[in-house]
């Protein structure tokens, strides 16, 4: 590299700590006070009845809690006319918490400012939300609730027409369900727009993600009761996910780089197929294995030490869990559409400085960690087909070589090649 380019380089680093002001949602609101009548129709909901929320702009300063029911609709006015604020939540951590439940049904209203998440479900068989809008309003901080929409340990589980904002770690957060649908959703301001983690049967199409940290996460995490397989997102519009990760200090979402479309960690039998991925600073898509976040949880997420990047280094404690496995498999990408029209990756987080310096203003779309396990190669030298990556794509790609320092790093590498 020539001085002038190694100083226009050094000079972007150095002004990398500027970033832009995060976004505010300041809704005017003109609260009455209904707890006594919502907390009264909670409790005493019986099966296959109606909870009919009134129209209006309603402060209620404990969670409402549906457990043990079925067949129970919640049914606002739409999501312009009813309006539950928690903002001044004095009890419980959820807004609304639905559990034990079969055949749920939520429609038609907004929930704001829960001091945890906003709307979560456990251990439901059956539950659709449907045009719900869910956020925290002032201005995004890491001290908003974790999730706007969260079920978990759930099956049968649809998400549809509904919008999710200002979540600290993700608007729509599907985790240790089974057979889900998540389409038609806006997600935005959010650290990650859409994630599924450990459920298996996920359909992700035709959703906008747009200004988030990173648009959409597939993830496969140790030490849960379930693992994640069979997943397709197709159809989604994954665009100008910029916005600088707020996630508290800690959190494994903290470590998604700001300007991330997609994301696959560790997950099984995953195909990506027919979806926008445009403008997203720093990474079109990545594929990368636990071992990888592992050895970046030992030092700090905000270290600017590009050899810090090494994974020798590794947590085990994720290792104690002997029926997870850290490396992804199966993965499939093909007949999307990938374009940046930014030259330059955010550049506060360490893999946006990286790729700065590895590839200049001509960075690769497609990301691979290129950490393997252990005899995972065939004969030919090629990823067995338990832990294949096929990538079918117009647009280049990498094998990152993070296992050996990128000391063979290759761009379009044979391993991407997709076996008939």
């Known amino acids: 590299m020539n001085n002038i380019s190694s100083l226009l380089l050094l000079l972007l680093l150095l002004g990398s700590g500027c970033i832009s002001k995060s976004p505010s949602y300041d809704p005017v609101r003109n609260y009455v006070d209904d707890e006594k009548n919502l907390v009264t129709q909670f409790i005493l909901a019986e099966d296959s009845s109606v909870i009919e929320l009134k129209q209006g702009h309603f402060t209620i300063n404990e969670s409402l809690i549906l457990d043990n029911k079925r067949n129970v609709v919640i049914k606002g006015q739409g999501v312009d006319k009813t309006i539950l604020s928690f903002k001044n939540q004095t009890q419980g951590a959820e807004g609304i918490l639905i559990k034990n439940c079969e055949n749920i049904i939520l429609k038609n209203f907004t929930i704001e400012d829960a001091s945890g998440d906003n709307i979560k479900s456990s251990n439901t068989e059956g539950i659709i939300f449907n045009n719900i809008k869910s956020g925290w309003t002032g201005r995004v901080n890491e001290e908003n609730g974790a999730y706007a929409i969260y079920p978990v340990l759930s099956k049968n589980v649809i998400i549809e027409k509904c919008e999710a904002f200002g979540a600290s770690d993700a608007g729509i957060y599907v985790g240790q369900s089974e057979n ?186 497609i990301y691979w960690d290129g950490i393997i396990k252990e005899n995972s190669l065939n004969d030919q030298g090629m990823l067995s087909q338990e832990y294949s990556i096929c990538i079918d794509e117009s647009v280049s790609s990498v094998n990152l070589d993070l296992g050996n320092d990128m000391e063979n790093m290759i761009i379009n590498p044979k391993e991407f090649i997709c076996n008939e």
């Open 180 to 365: 889900v649908i998540i389409r038609d959703n806006k997600t935005y301001w959010n650290v990650a727009g859409i994630e599924s983690e450990n459920s298996s049967n996920v359909e992700i199409y035709n959703n906008d993600s747009y200004n988030n940290s990173g648009g959409i996460l597939i993830f496969d995490l140790p030490g849960l009761t379930r693992y994640g397989n069979n997943i397709t997102a197709h159809h989604n519009n994954i665009y100008e996910n910029n916005l600088s990760n707020f996630a508290p200090k800690g959190n494994i979402v903290g470590m998604v780089p700001t300007g991330t479309g997609l994301m696959v960690l560790a997950t099984k039998d995953v195909d990506i197929y027919e979806n926008t991925i445009r403008n997203n600073k720093t990474i079109g898509a990545t594929i990368v294995s636990y071992e990888l976040i592992a050895g970046l949880e030992t030092g700090s997420s905000n270290n600017n030490n590009l050899s810090e990047l090494s994974t020798r280094t590794v947590n085990n404690n994720y290792k104690l869990d002997k029926n997870y496995d850290p490396f992804p498999g199966k993965i499939y990408l093909h007949n999307n559409f990938f374009s940046n029209d930014y030259y330059i990756p955010a550049l506060d987080n360490l893999f946006g400085k990286l790729f700065l310096l590895k590839f200049g203003f001509d960075r690769p779309f």
